[in-house]
């Protein structure tokens, strides 16, 4: 019973190059959700998708990210033209109905700009 | 806007020294209380959720409860193995949104 799975674990870009983050539910799970945890911050969400519809965008950043739940392979979590801001780990989490059930969490990727 | 705030921000305890962890919220309309546990260089696991003011949940040497501003997460005889950050989360009914909002969590150490 595998678990909601990321890769890859951790992630060295330049500054200006492309980050794809990846992410593959918990079988059975149709709900994906992606948070970013920065330093001695908690956890901030940015996007929920289910297969092939954006649901809720409104904590990710307008420029530079995107993110896709196809209706086959994982969800995916693009950054383009990396800046040294956003270094930080990248969560992943699915849920089986979305509404009032628990959100199970992978292990990030935690990224790193230089 | 809705906000978690958790304190303390770190907490050591000696082994069987029970103690209470806390989350204050504020928030437009509670829809449900989560309590996570986090080891470093893991993802948050999940450990409860609270529906409404009143209501308990206990799991081993865990247990959280939640009244109409903030919830404690109570630990009973602590083991070394309990050591971990403890993440509080709310989700609101406004707006049908399914984000949560976290606080920056509780660290905790229980040295044996």
């Known amino acids: 019973n595998a678990g909601v799975m990321q890769n890859p674990r951790h992630l060295v870009r330049r500054r200006g190059q492309e980050a794809r983050l990846r992410c593959s539910p918990m079988k059975g799970h149709s709900h994906v959700y992606w948070y970013r945890q920065l330093p001695e911050e908690g956890l901030k969400f940015m996007v929920y998708?289910?297969?092939?519809?954006?649901?809720?965008e409104s904590g990710m950043p307008k420029e530079r990210f995107s993110a896709e739940f196809p209706k086959e392979g994982p969800s995916i979590l693009r950054i383009q033209q990396v800046v040294r801001g956003d270094s930080a780990a990248y969560f992943c989490?699915?849920?089986?109905?979305?509404?009032?059930?628990?959100?199970?969490f992978g292990n990030g990727t935690r990224l790193t700009v230089t | 806007e809705d906000q978690v705030t958790q304190s303390p921000e770190a907490l050591r305890l000696q082994e069987g020294e029970s103690s209470s962890l806390n989350c204050s919220y504020t928030?437009?309309?509670?829809?449900?209380l989560f309590w996570y546990r986090q080891d470093p260089g893991k993802g948050p696991e999940f450990l409860f959720t609270l529906y409404s003011a009143g209501e308990e949940k206990e799991k081993e040497r865990l247990k959280a409860t939640l009244t109409k501003k903030e919830s404690f997460l109570h630990i009973t005889a602590p083991k070394p193995e309990d050591s971990a950050t403890y993440l509080c989360a709310v989700q609101s009914t406004q707006g049908g949104s399914e984000k949560l909002v976290f606080g920056k969590g509780t660290k905790l150490t229980v040295n044996p």
């Open positions: 989490a699915s849920s089986q109905t979305g509404t009032d059930s628990p959100l199970h």
């Open positions: 928030v437009s309309g509670l829809r449900g």
């Open positions: 998708l289910q297969k092939e519809n954006i649901i809720d």
